[in-house]
């Protein structure tokens, strides 16, 4: 799988849009960008994935390039409970069982 | 649906103890996952299974063992607890199928051992 690349922490003002960018130049043409939060100390929980069309759903927004080399994650309207750690994966077609976590981007949002 | 269920969600041990750290699932997930996160750190992948009977090593695999009898099931035993094991275990699962919503995971179980 490939590896990605994060800002190590972000902030971001209450009310915001809040961008964490993400670079996996070595992904495969068959490999997803999938996105995960943690909140303080529970499970990480999905967010969003996709392949090489933009996303959108109730949570957030996803942009990926037209070479598919990074990504950006939008929270459209930060709110404090978005104060999180973001992990960004790439993850094969059907081989998402060797899922590495790298260590993410802490994101802060301030009031 | 329950999701990913982790049991217990806090222990703690003596050195040397051993003891098994459950997980089960109820969405017929193929892939299951075992992952330790220590303090102030990110996730690292301990085993990992694609299906019943069939398990690999993941990146920190020393210390632990694994099984998959069931397709719901995914226990992780601790052989011989060390205070380097001290850590929070999460357990998660995903479907094979790429368009599904990657993993699913467990509220954690929580180890100390002293």
């Known amino acids: 799988d490939a590896k990605t690349t994060q800002p190590p922490s972000m902030d971001c003002a209450e009310g915001r849009a809040a961008n964490l960018p993400c670079n996996h130049s070595t992904i495969s043409g068959n490999e997803y960008v999938y996105w995960y939060r943690q909140i303080h100390s529970q499970g990480p929980q999905y967010i969003i994935h996709g392949l090489k069309n933009n996303e959108t759903n109730e949570m957030a927004s996803l942009i990926i390039t037209e070479d598919r080399k990074s990504s950006t994650l939008i929270l459209p309207h930060a709110t404090l409970r978005d104060t999180a750690v973001y992990y960004c994966?790439?993850?094969?077609?059907?081989?998402?069982?060797?899922?590495?976590f790298g260590a993410g981007t802490r994101l802060f949002v301030k009031a | 649906n329950a999701g990913v269920t982790q049991t217990p969600k806090f222990q703690v041990l003596k050195t040397g103890q051993s003891m098994t750290l459950q997980c089960a699932q109820d969405m017929n997930h193929e892939y299951m996952s075992w992952y330790r996160q220590d303090p102030g750190m990110g996730l690292r992948l301990i085993h990992y299974?694609?299906?019943?009977?069939?398990?690999d090593q993941g990146e920190v695999p020393n210390g632990y063992n694994v099984s998959r009898s069931t397709t719901e099931d995914f226990p992780l035993r601790l052989l011989s607890a060390a205070p380097s094991q001290t850590s929070v275990y999460f357990c998660a699962s995903s479907s094979s199928r790429a368009s599904g919503y990657g993993y699913t995971f467990g509220s954690g179980t929580r180890l100390t051992v002293v």
């Open positions: 994966i790439v993850r094969v077609e059907n081989g998402g069982f060797k899922t590495i």
């Open positions: 299974s694609v299906g019943a009977g069939i398990t």
